[in-house]
């Protein structure tokens, strides 16, 4: 059921993106797309190995330059009264992320896709809602929110280079605290993903939120 293939990493033909959608869609239908294409079981799974990552200049480096991955996991989110916990599948292509959020009190499933510059949530009743400041309109929707942003940065490990950061490393020379965008990330577990050790437990924590995401399983392209 877990899937992708090459075709993702290629350009597009001229009138068609790799899902078969024609140039003029909106983004956000694009990614609902290629998600629900994921999703469906419609490829080939295939994954490849991660170079060595002997110190963290190279970790740093090489991570926050991989162009395709995908992680699948599970989530728990509490803010004040409200929260939930669930599955998540993330998928990153480049700057363009497709995340499936599912879970009960209510939440449903809802997708979360875009960039740096522009995010849509679709939530359970297909109701699509394009966001210029998700963190805050997530909180204001939901009462609670995600660093979508961040998180794919976080999630492997090392800081959104697009911010200033604090971090604190453990006894294998790797993030095990960092201090981000009003976001504190303690990264508790790393275990084998791609040849490499990868975080597994982790959290991240705002005045609001407590984010929690245990990741069951890596696969880089």
Request: charged content about 25%; glycine content about 10%; hydrophobic content about 35%.
């Amino acid at each position: 059921m877990r899937t992708f293939v090459s075709a993702y990493s290629q350009r597009p033909p001229e009138n068609e993106n790799a899902a078969g959608c024609s140039r003029g869609i909106p983004l956000f239908l694009q990614l609902f797309g290629l998600l629900s294409f994921a999703l469906a079981g419609c490829a080939i799974e295939r994954g490849v190995g991660l170079p060595e990552l002997p110190d963290w200049e190279s970790r740093r480096d090489t991570l926050a330059t991989l162009s395709e991955w995908e992680f699948h996991g599970r989530i728990g989110v509490s803010a004040g009264e409200e929260g939930f916990n669930g599955k998540l599948r993330w998928w990153q292509h480049d700057d363009l992320f497709l995340a499936s959020v599912s879970g009960p009190l209510g939440v449903g499933t809802v997708k979360i896709q875009g960039n740096e510059r522009q995010v849509s949530v679709t939530d359970e009743d297909g109701e699509v809602t394009e966001m210029q400041n998700a963190e805050v309109e997530l909180q204001r929707r939901y009462g609670w929110t995600i660093p979508v942003t961040s998180l794919r940065y976080w999630a492997l490990g090392i800081p959104d280079p697009s911010s200033p950061a604090e971090t604190a490393f453990g006894a294998a020379g790797q993030v095990v605290r960092l201090e981000q965008r009003d976001w504190v990330v303690r990264i508790d577990e790393y275990r084998e993903g791609g040849g490499q050790p990868m975080p597994r437990r982790m959290s991240a924590t705002n005045r609001d939120t407590k984010v929690r995401l245990v990741i069951d399983n890596w696969i880089f392209y």
